[in-house]
Nanobody, 125 residues
């Protein structure tokens, strides 16, 4: 099992940047596919970005070119660098881990077994 804890959320002005971190503990971190999800009030949770065990990355259309996902297996860490933040980006951001099933990259919630508690991101105009 893997335990996940996010940090780095906060408030930023539109156009600004934030970096989310996700610290993992437990066995086998490097063998999991990892992802960031977000959920805004009144909306469904959506997959934002994912990274495989071989560091292949995937991004949702709404964040391509603005967000960058990375992982540090030596330190059991996952990151999400968020640049050019928009008013549409505020949400609770959660990191998640999954066994790398053939279609994990579709970033469906049902593929991910382990979740962090979330970090709030707020963007002011």
């Amino acid at each position: 099992q893997v335990q996940l804890v996010e940090s780095g959320g906060g408030s930023v002005q539109a156009g600004g940047s934030l970096r989310l971190s996700c610290a993992a503990s437990g066995y086998g971190y490097s063998t999991y596919c990892l992802a960031w999800f977000r959920q805004a009030p009144g909306k469904e949770r959506e997959g934002v970005s994912g990274i495989s065990t071989t560091f292949t990355t995937y991004y949702g259309d709404s964040v391509k070119g603005r967000f960058t996902i990375s992982r540090d297996n030596a330190n059991n860490a996952l990151y999400l660098q968020m640049n050019s933040l928009k008013p549409a980006d505020p949400a609770m951001y959660s990191c998640a881990a999954a066994r790398c099933s053939p279609r994990w990259w579709r970033l469906l919630q049902s593929s991910f077994s382990f979740w962090g508690q979330g970090a709030q991101v707020t963007v002011s105009p």
